[in-house]
């Protein structure tokens, strides 16, 4: 059974750091790209990375570009998301999400974490 | 950047037919899926590359994809299928993943 579970969350100021991991079982974790999806409280779904199964292949949202680093540890079966620089637009719950396929691109997210809650406030 | 454009709710009465469209510019050139969340919860799988099914999905969901316009369509609804629903392509021309904004489905 495949198995996300993310970590990390919680309360940042703006401005600060913040680093979610999200854990995965139950698949073979280097076959598969992984991507980090998020969403504001009471809005839509927001695409912010992902990276290939064998982690030399990463693309952005443009809204995070710069500011999150996606990376993965193959040997650990884990998926880091570094948050820097944090705005109170980046408030959302974030969700470790596992790819169809090892590449990034056309194909979907087949399983979903149950996210964890960042909130960037004073 | 490209854009998929839900429209923000749909209704239906139980039994009869849902049609949730996803627009985007010659979006049927692109793989579509579509994703269903229910409050709460995290989002579910329900349609890939336009047309296919996961194990575990119903047959009343179904999928299209033609010109500029993706269709998922929900027949015989239930209850149980009121939740947002989300169209999602990929973007080759800036390797990025699109979600649509959503569309929130009641059953009357």
């Known amino acids: 059974e495949v198995q996300l579970l993310e970590s990390g969350g919680g309360l940042v100021q703006p401005g600060g750091s913040l680093r979610l991991s999200c854990a995965a079982s139950?698949?073979?974790?280097?076959?598969?790209?992984m991507s980090w999806v998020r969403q504001a409280p009471g809005k839509g779904l927001e695409w912010v990375s992902v990276?290939?199964?064998?982690?030399?292949?990463?693309y952005y949202a443009d809204s995070v570009k710069g500011r999150f680093t996606i990376s993965r540890d193959n040997s650990k079966n884990t998926l880091d998301l570094q948050m820097n620089s944090l705005r109170a637009e980046d408030t959302a719950v974030y969700y470790c999400a596992k790819d169809e396929l090892t590449a990034p691109g056309t194909n979907p997210v087949d399983y979903w974490g149950q996210g964890t809650l960042v909130t960037v406030s004073s | 950047s490209y854009v998929l454009t839900q429209p923000p709710s749909v209704s239906v009465a139980p039994e009869k037919t849902a049609r949730i469209t996803c627009g985007g510019n010659n979006i049927g050139s692109k793989s579509v899926h579509w994703y269903q969340q229910k409050p709460g919860q995290a989002p579910v799988l329900v349609i890939y590359y336009d047309r296919d099914r996961p194990s575990g999905i119903p047959e009343r969901f179904s999928g299209s994809n033609s010109g500029n316009t993706a269709t998922l369509t929900i027949s015989r609804v239930e209850a149980g299928d009121e939740a947002d629903y989300y169209c999602q392509v990929w973007d080759s021309s800036t390797d990025h993943v699109v979600f649509g904004g959503g569309t929130k489905l009641t059953v009357l």
């Open positions: 990276i290939s199964g064998s982690g030399d292949t990463t």
């Open positions: 139950g698949f073979t974790f280097s076959s598969y790209a």
